[in-house]
């Protein structure tokens, strides 16, 4: 996987500043766009910015190339994940519970009319 998703010589470093640091952020990112009743295409647009900021890390504390594609799509790729889960999380919290009339729970990610 070393050179396919991450390029340090450990996982624990991609798995440290992209997906605990970075998915935390990607989650709130996710959550404060469900909460603004924005839609995915702004999410999408935040995640990219953030996949940047995830890449400067990256370059920063381990030497890693600031601006290589393969490794900007895999740390975007695992950032959008976490912040799409999020949004869908909290989407259905708002529709279930601002149209409880009309909604409810069909999971933790998505609602079904009543």
Do not use: N
């Not at 970075?22 to 924005?38: D, F, L, P, Y």
């Amino acid at each position: 996987m070393q050179g396919i998703l991450y390029e340090q010589a450990s996982v624990w470093q991609f798995l440290l500043i992209s997906c605990v640091l970075g998915g935390w952020t990607a989650w709130r990112t996710g959550k404060s766009v469900a909460q603004s009743w924005q839609g995915m295409p702004r999410l999408i647009l935040y995640v990219a910015l953030l996949g940047l900021g995830i890449r400067f890390v990256h370059h920063a504390l381990f030497d890693s190339p600031m601006f290589g594609l393969r490794y900007y799509l895999a740390d975007t790729v695992a950032l959008l994940t976490f912040a799409a889960i999020a949004f869908r999380y909290h989407r259905t919290e708002q529709m279930t519970t601002h149209y409880h009339w009309l909604y409810e729970k069909a999971s933790p990610v998505s609602w079904r009319s009543k």
